[in-house]
């Protein structure tokens, strides 16, 4: 039997993808030594964090991609070991 994507899984392997780009041309940019390229690298990088971001919010939105909350500190009660 043959299995679906779904366009859940899509969109996750492209987030991932464009998360493994962008580490690629941060790497490119911090390793080139030429300000043209360099430059070049930076751009291709911001547009991999613009993409990123946009793909994101697709997912967060559909419920694919949640992001845990963060509590204010005094919602937090410490544990007998993070007291002392």
């Given at each position: 039997?043959?299995?679906?994507?779904?366009?859940?899984?899509?969109?996750?392997?492209?987030?991932?993808?464009?998360?493994?780009m962008?580490?690629g041309?941060?790497?490119a940019?911090?390793?080139?030594?030429?300000q043209?390229?360099r430059?070049?690298?930076?751009?291709?990088?911001?547009q991999c964090?613009?993409d990123?971001?946009r793909?994101?919010?697709v997912?967060?939105?559909?419920?694919?991609?949640?992001?845990p909350?963060?509590?204010?500190e005094a919602q937090?009660?410490?544990?007998?070991?993070?007291?002392?």
């Open positions: 039997m043959q299995q679906q994507l779904t366009d859940k899984d899509i969109a996750g392997d492209v987030l991932t993808g464009v998360k493994h962008a580490q041309y941060m790497m940019v911090m390793e080139s030594s030429d043209t390229l430059q070049t690298f930076k751009d291709f990088h911001d964090l613009n990123q971001y793909i994101f919010q997912m967060n939105q559909h419920g694919w991609y949640k992001v909350m963060i509590l204010d937090v009660q410490p544990t007998p070991a993070q007291r002392f």
